[in-house]
């Protein structure tokens, strides 16, 4: 019940210890087909290009970043989180003009400020679940005044977790990771992008490993080799999409939603105050103060050894003083939240 | 049998099944400790940087350029093949200039003339063993003459397959792929760093995901947090690693020849012409010549469908004319040569 991994969906285990095949063998690539497929229902698009990244959550940010960002392009970007942060370094490496938006770590962003900060940048960029704060941003308003802009979208900790709509929003960029929401170890970056954007990338991207031209032509008709698809990654995907699309994706955004709000109700119950906004917080990462006489680090251990439960850490000032607890994919489960608050009382509040 | 991915041991799909844990659990950095410790008994080094990259052997490629290149800096390149054309690629999107040293396919690389080509080149790159031609290129003459420059070895089908001598041979950077001769499905990359050319990095590395300073210091002693690790790919590298030294790395490499030596005479008996240079012949990875009356594609499917054996095709100039067939990890076992050569003789030759 950390910030992720989260556990995974037990077919998708099954799926992992698969016989490896070829990349280029018949059935992988009918397989390739269909988890694509299954990445354009989770993502809510029609986008062509919607591909597993070879590379964990970041491998897909960074991807996104290169491909659309070269120097002196004005990048937007909205920080109220590390993930935010993260964005702002990515973004410079790849030479951008970046405009800060910020806002207090635990509040969400006002999309007024960021459609306001630049009077027409290349892109804007905004994070839709903070996982270091457990904070959601309003995406929908930034699709409906971009104007010219191109709309870039971390949906690392949103998908499958909560509403995401890539068409409908008007994002142009979305990436996400396997270990959160779609139940699926860490490994893959799930990542989509729109003809707009795709017509606007820049010629020669920085990385050749995250060339979305070049790993278009490989996922896409042509085939062309490009890297080794890591295979049992991608059995994984797939087997994770499929238990998550029988579900519904409305299901699942419903259970994640029960979960975590009983979760939030149960940790105020016990004394704790929670970090995040109210109105803003993610059902599927909480956040709360680590409630005073309670010492973080040994607390968190002793989750660990006595019930095998892991509960995070705060970051960077919050470090030893806000806890984040998922439930997320296989682990959201009411189960889950009723053994970690029953865990919670019985080692420190007796 | 294709160019890999092999097929991986029988204890690396039992550990990719094993329970996700977070990336910063005890019991993780624990095995991500091993881990690193085996890669330097695999590497034959004591660098302090050696780490498993989040992503396929081609992530190793950009991480070991993007590290080590900026701007303007001179980087002589070894060209025999696909993937020494994919390092000046991955060079020139770092900025580099690029001093090409071509040999035909299917030929060695000359050390001298890598060593002649440019009076103080900041780096010298070569593959080791070429998956595309098959051609082993000898490294320990260039690690003698490299004088200033920095040594930077493609391992990506060699390690673990034939002789690697990180730190005997002088090199200062060298990557490789988990899906080759280590056993172990595609998705991570093996990476390792000599303390010399940690002192000549790039200050600001373009690439975010592969900077090799924010990676060290979550695998090394701070544990400061960069991405999450791929935790099912590192348990299947651990494990991986651990079958390759219990049967010691002599002993590997032994197999690996026997087997490869096997193929190479079966098929010369068989009627069909060797491609790679005699007295270059990698022996985890034949290429041939496709003999007269036989359509490549659809005898390789055939192959496929009759046997559930994969043969690789060639790249380039050379698709549809040359096979190129893999013996490489658990693959690389006496039954399966005796296997493939008895398929082709069965389907093609009766």
């Given at each position: 019940m950390g910030p992720g991994p989260s556990n995974p969906y037990p077919e998708v285990m099954q799926a992992l210890a698969r016989p490896v095949v070829g990349h280029l063998d018949p059935e992988f690539l009918v397989l390739l087909d269909e988890t694509c497929d299954r990445l354009r229902a989770v993502f809510r698009t029609s986008n062509q290009v919607t591909v597993p990244i070879s590379g964990t959550g970041s491998a897909g940010m960074e991807a996104a970043f290169v491909n659309l960002v070269g120097p002196g392009d004005s990048v937007v970007v909205g920080v109220n989180g590390l993930f935010g942060e993260r964005m702002c370094d990515v973004a410079a490496r790849c030479g951008a003009d970046v405009v800060r938006v910020e806002e207090r770590w635990g509040r969400a962003l006002d999309p007024q400020h960021l459609l306001e900060a630049h009077?027409?940048?290349?892109?804007?960029?905004?994070v839709h679940a903070e996982t270091s704060t457990g904070v959601a941003n309003e995406i929908a308003a930034l699709g409906d005044g971009k104007g010219d802009a191109l709309l870039l979208v971390d949906c690392v900790t949103s998908l499958g977790g909560i509403q995401v709509e890539v068409d409908a929003w008007g994002v142009d960029v979305a990436y996400s990771g396997t270990q959160k929401c779609l139940g699926v170890p860490p490994g893959l970056a799930p990542l989509t992008v729109s003809d707009r954007a795709r017509e606007r990338f820049v010629g020669r991207s920085q990385s050749w490993y995250l060339d979305l031209g070049m790993i278009g032509a490989y996922?896409?008709?042509?085939?062309?080799?490009?890297?080794?698809?890591?295979?049992?990654?991608?059995y994984a995907l797939h087997a994770g999409l499929g238990v998550l699309l029988d579900e519904g994706l409305e299901q699942s955004w419903a259970r994640h939603e029960v979960c975590g709000r009983a979760l939030q109700r149960g940790l105020e119950k016990l004394g704790f105050s929670l970090f995040a906004e109210e109105g803003h917080r993610l059902p599927e990462?909480?956040?709360?103060?680590?409630?005073?006489?309670?010492?973080?680090?040994?607390?968190?251990?002793?989750?660990?050894?006595?019930?095998?439960?892991?509960?995070?850490?705060?970051?960077?000032?919050?470090?030893?003083?806000?806890?984040?607890?998922?439930?997320m994919g296989h682990t959201a489960r009411p189960r889950n939240v009723t053994l970690l608050l029953g865990a919670v009382e019985e080692l420190f509040l007796r």
């Open positions: 009077p027409s940048p290349k892109v804007i960029a905004v996922v896409g008709a042509a085939r062309r080799y490009h890297h080794t698809a890591p295979i049992s990654m991608v990462l909480t956040t709360a103060w680590v409630p005073d006489g309670l010492e973080d680090a040994s607390a968190r251990r002793e989750l660990l050894d006595h019930y095998g439960i892991e509960v995070g850490g705060g970051v960077g000032e919050f470090a030893g003083k806000v806890w984040r607890i998922g439930c």
